[in-house]
């Protein structure tokens, strides 16, 4: 583990960190924390069969994996995570990770038991407290390059579209089956922030997405995606309710930050059902008609059929 004194000086800063350096060094890693301020520490974690990893981090992992799949066009899936480095001090964190991956299609690693693993650098960021805002900065094969731009400051945009979402493509099933890994990160990702949501199984049912004006369908950079979802633990006890998963991704070419934002929506009532069905355009084929156009979507609009008007929610996402 690098770490480097803070660019503007201050001896209370070092010395925290001159304290601390032994166990982050023996922690191994090539990681650089620099910049941080005086009130950041840093708090580091092997995993093992002793300790296994949190969740929470294991999701951040594949995150960090998503996305070198995504720009990089070799996907890895996760075996394990070897040890992180946690910020902490503030009400988010800066997870720094250290993982073994194998390469699904080949040239180093490949699926079987046996294969070798690759170790990827990773760092994942919270960005607002309990919440679905995600940004990856760096994920590279251990020893790559990264030549993207780091900012001091990083702005996220935290917004959901308005809902109810218009112009969707809905995803066919074959596409919805080949890309079944990261659209079950997403869901897992939007549970994990929600209080409310069941920690169980879930099937998905649909995917949804906004129409990309350059036609990338699901490999775009910069979309949101609609995932309705039931919870197996809803079936079993007998509550008939559909969940729809909002996330919106986006990529940054100068910084290289990946960001996810979602948000999750229970559809109960038999209202919200059929406002569930007017998103994916599959009851009958017919949309329901709504009382304000859709530029005036809001937590106020309202959408009508056979006389009822129900308010539209709000994603709760600042």
């Known amino acids: ?24 060094m023996e922690c191994g890693g090539v990681f650089k924390f620099q910049g941080l301020s005086a009130h950041i520490g840093l708090q580091s974690e092997a ?41 902490i001090g503030s009400a988010v964190s800066t997870y720094h990770m250290t993982v073994y991956a194998m390469d699904m299609e080949g040239g180093g690693g490949g699926g079987g038991g046996g294969a070798p693993k690759t170790c990827f650098e990773l760092i994942v960021s919270e960005y607002l407290a309990n919440c679905f805002t995600l940004m990856c900065g760096t994920a590279r094969i251990q020893g790559e390059e990264d030549h993207t731009k780091k900012k001091n400051t990083v702005f996220m945009d935290t917004r959901l579209p308005e809902w109810p979402p218009v112009a969707l493509h809905r995803v066919e099933k074959s596409e919805v089956q ?15 922030f929600d209080v409310s949501a069941s920690r169980g199984d879930f099937e998905i049912l649909d995917v949804a997405m906004d129409r990309n004006p350059n036609d990338e369908g699901l490999d ?8 309705s979802y039931r919870d197996r633990d809803d079936a079993w006890l007998a509550k008939s309710c559909h969940r729809i998963a909002a996330v919106r991704r986006s990529f940054d070419e100068d910084t290289g930050n990946f960001c996810l934002v979602g948000a999750i929506r229970l559809i109960e009532s038999a209202q919200e059902r059929r406002m569930f069905y007017s998103v ?17 979507f809001s937590q106020q609009a309202v959408y009508s059929r056979d006389g009822e008007s129900v308010p539209w929610p709000s994603w709760g996402v600042a």
């Open 178 to 192: 080949d890309n079944d890994e990261w659209i079950r990160l997403y869901v897992e990702l939007a549970v994990a």
């Open 220 to 227: 775009a950079k910069n979309a949101t995606f609609y995932i």
């Open 47 to 87: 995993c093992d069969e002793q300790r296994p990893c949190p969740l929470q981090v294991s999701l951040y992992a594949r995150m960090g994996l998503h996305r070198y799949k995504l720009f990089k066009g070799r996907k890895f899936e996760l075996n394990r995570v070897d040890h992180y480095v946690k910020s």
């Open 280 to 296: 994916f355009g599959v009851e009958n084929n017919k949309r329901i008609k709504l009382n304000v156009p859709p530029h005036q």
């Open 1 to 24: 583990m690098i770490i480097e004194d803070d660019p503007y000086g201050g001896e209370t800063f070092r010395s925290y960190f001159l304290a601390a350096r032994k166990d982050l």
